[in-house]
């Protein structure tokens, strides 16, 4: 046993892996029930249902051009210069409906987007036709052949009915709004966000409004936290903070477990006299899921389960409260809303800086993405110890660092996760 395992040990640790404590979370990560939301409000919400094309789209052969919409094979003999002429027997706006079928020799005025008529298969650009009345009646030249389907989008084109466009799970972004709108979907079927109750422990916190004080510092991994849950999709419930008394903690998680759907904690999840969340957790041993990770920073998160209701507890160092989201509550957020991919995506990077830190745990150094020649760089941020705050904020990925025996050279291909 290594003395870091013995030191685990005695404090009632045994540290599990990544991986495993995600898996271990997600068995109580299920989507909560589903809900309609206007339209207008569905932009990053989580498809309950998928959605199949309720009619062809487009629903009508579609000119896509402003001209005449002709029979293609009338256009044939103007192919030595000569101009044919049809007879222009209706005007076709967006919108309106073809007075009737086109046959042989004549044609429609159209416009970009309107019905093409029954008996037309091409709509010649304005651009390239004349027009002249022959015995006081309209009529339209055409001075080359056009080729059948020219100018025309026909009806099922982009989508067949019932064809499905939208997956269950799916996060709706602008492009499927405008799906759905086209479809008439004003009441979106989506999954309800999770009410994730956020508060802090630690008998240092200030709030964001209190003066700086001897010994104290304000608050900063409660904000940070309530954009994190927000971001996720979940309903941030703020609850404040609380000092470090075990039996204040309790009643706080016990009673915000019995009305939100998932609780996350920061600070206190050590081994120091005041780590109360630790303590709270191990005196509760059934519902405990783990209590240590191995991995850096973060490796005292803590997590435990209630009346099938998840707790979090995330370390108070704001560089291991910000992983910790990003690795457990991120996914478990998104899961609970019924994502059908709840991780971050993982891409393999060139390491742009060495990175000499090692030891025996995964870490998961904040890091900045760059493009250069083709190739994706990320470069760990200047000070990242788990204590540090200030440059989660120059942070756009986590850059996965393996427990190697030595640390890693510029260029060296590593595995990065992509933050939102
Ligand atoms: N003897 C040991 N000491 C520590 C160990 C260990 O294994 N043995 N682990 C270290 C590691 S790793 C971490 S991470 C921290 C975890 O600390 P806690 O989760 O118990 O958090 P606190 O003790 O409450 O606070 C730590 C640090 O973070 C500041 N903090 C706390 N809450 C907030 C907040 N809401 N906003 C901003 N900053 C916050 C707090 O003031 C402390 O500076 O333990 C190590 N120690
Ligand atoms: O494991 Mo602590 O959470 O390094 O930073
Ligand atoms: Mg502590």
Redesign the pocket.
Known sequence: MTNREQSDNKFGRKAIQVEEAQARLMNYAGAMEAETVPLEQSLGRYLAESIAAPHPFPAFNRSGMDGYAVVASDTENSRDGGMVWLKVVDNIPCGAVPAGAIIPGTAARIMTGAQVPEGADAVVMLEVTETRDLDGIPHVGVRKPIPSGRNITPLGYELKQGEQVLAAGHKIAAGDIAVLAAFGVHDVPVIRRPRVGVF???S??LDVKEPLQPGK?R????PMLEALVREAGGEPVMLG?IADELELARSKVHSALETLDLVIT???????DY?IM?DLVREEAGDMLFNKIAMR????TTAAVRGGKLLLAL????G?CFVGFQLFARPVIASMQGASESFLPEWTVVLGKDYPKVNNYFRFVRGRLEVRGGSIYAYPAAIDE??V?VTIKDSDCLIIVPPEERGLSAGAKVRAIILP
Do not use: K
């Not at 608050?219 to 409660?222: G, L, M, R």
């Not at 920061?266 to 120091?272: L, N």
């Open positions: 802090a422990t630690g240092e916190l510092i608050n900063s991994n409660s903070a920061t600070g206190g999840v050590s081994v120091g780590d630790g920073p973060g490796s005292v370390s108070g160092n704001p291991a788990s204590s705050m």
